[in-house]
């Protein structure tokens, strides 16, 4: 089988065969990173459109649910750790919707051979280093306001925080690890470029770890009971870490495929 070819014939009843949504998700990606061909390869199409539709139909109800759990919770203000709670829910969340990213990589494991993984430094490059500081702001600067906080105001919502912070922590590592440890699917020069670029995305889209930065703030904002210098010193360290994040998030959306074959 020649990956290389154009993605047709598109038939969804066919095994393994790129649907014509996921051939349209493809042409669009590609095309917002300077590349335009009518019809992609069929690795890419695969590959790229399924990552592209199933964010489209998946997170949708991922959001839906996480703002019911988030919409329950406001009915409970008197639960302790409750807010901690929510932020538990959204690392299970993580951790099951990035299996979105295996759904179609076995049929292009098959197509074009199971290649190693990266080296772990080229896996590193390969995802950024903005990702990885945002990363390290959110657990590391997150573990210390949390520490101060149970010294200073040892209550219940400390402690829920931190073990919220830790569970983010977990599922980060667990998913963007596998990201990492993700072994290169490609059969040419152009697919290798957009497995790498593949690799920093996913880190953003499946691993949001800024996001629990956010879960530092309740107890430490907690009204009036701590230091005004640690609940400012709190504001700053979520601004930085979640705009960090975002910076890289836009770095790599706008990072353009260079010159290649990438379809027809």
């Given amino acids: 089988m020649d990956v290389r070819e154009p993605a ?3 038939d969804p009843w066919l095994p393994g065969e790129p649907t014509v949504a996921e051939v349209a998700a493809a042409r669009a ?5 300077g590349v335009r061909v009518w019809l992609p390869t069929r690795l890419l199409s695969l590959r790229l459109g399924s990552r592209e539709w199933a964010a489209k139909m998946v997170s949708p109800w991922f959001g839906a649910v996480y703002v019911m759990v988030l919409t329950v919770g406001s009915f409970l203000p008197e639960v302790p750790g409750r807010l901690g709670l929510l932020f538990v829910v959204f690392a299970v969340l993580m ?8 759904r179609r990589e076995d049929v292009a494991e098959r197509w074009a051979g199971t290649g190693t993984p990266p080296a772990p430094r080229e896996a590193v490059r390969q995802v950024g280093g903005w990702y990885l500081a945002a990363t390290a702001i959110t657990f590391a ?9 149970i010294v200073l105001d040892p209550a219940f919502d400390a402690f829920a925080q931190t073990a919220a912070l830790a569970v983010g922590a977990g599922a980060t590592v667990a998913v963007a690890g596998r990201i990492l440890r993700a072994p290169v699917i490609a059969e040419d020069a152009s697919s290798r470029v957009v497995d790498a670029l593949l690799r920093a995305q996913d880190a953003y889209r499946y691993a949001p770890s ?6 530092v703030l309740p107890a430490t904002m907690a009204a009036g009971r701590l230091p005004g210098w640690l609940e400012w010193t709190a504001v700053a360290y979520a601004v930085v870490a979640l705009g960090t994040f975002v910076a890289g998030w836009l770095v790599t959306r706008r990072r353009e495929l260079p010159p290649g074959f990438y379809g027809r």
């Fill in 95 to 102: 951790v099951v919707r990035s299996r979105e990213i295996r």
């Fill in 141 to 149: 600067g997150g573990a210390a306001l949390c520490a101060a906080t």
């Fill in 210 to 215: 800024a996001v629990f930065a956010l879960a």
């Fill in 29 to 33: 990606w590609l095309a917002q990173r």
């Fill in 8 to 10: 047709l014939p598109v």
